[in-house]
């Protein structure tokens, strides 16, 4: 089994490869203005759990997610190229609510501002 040191790196490494496929290789309309927040990989490398967002919010979610599920297939043999892994984890595409609810609590924070100013 890996270190966590070692899967924290294969992690990274799996983000920033798939964040220079998505703006460079794949030419699916689905899948454009949309970003990797996360990838945790297994201890087991069984399974990659890749995170992803959208600039324009959940509207998109459905879509991403579909396009993602279309394209992992090529998506998993260019990344496995690219690696030195024996066994390539499969992967699993997920959304990631974390930067809507930051916008969320950015716009609550600068109305309370606007109003303490008041």
Do not use: C, N
């Not at 599920?69 to 496995?80: D, K, M, N, Y």
């Not at 892994?85 to 992967?91: G, K, Q, S, T």
């Amino acid at each position: 089994m890996p270190s966590a040191i070692r899967l924290q790196r294969i992690a990274d490494r799996l983000r920033e490869d798939l964040s220079e496929m998505l703006i460079r290789e794949i030419s699916d309309p689905r899948l454009h203005q949309i970003f990797v927040t996360d990838v945790k990989v297994d201890r087991e490398l069984a399974y990659a759990d890749i995170y992803v967002s959208a600039v324009e919010g959940a509207a998109r979610s459905a879509e991403v997610l579909a396009g993602l599920e279309s394209a992992s297939g090529f998506i998993r043999r260019t990344l496995a190229s690219r690696s030195d892994l024996r066994v390539f984890p499969r992967l699993r595409f997920h959304w990631d609510p974390t930067p809507e609810h930051a916008d969320h609590i950015e716009k609550l924070l600068a109305d309370l501002r606007k109003k303490q100013d008041q």
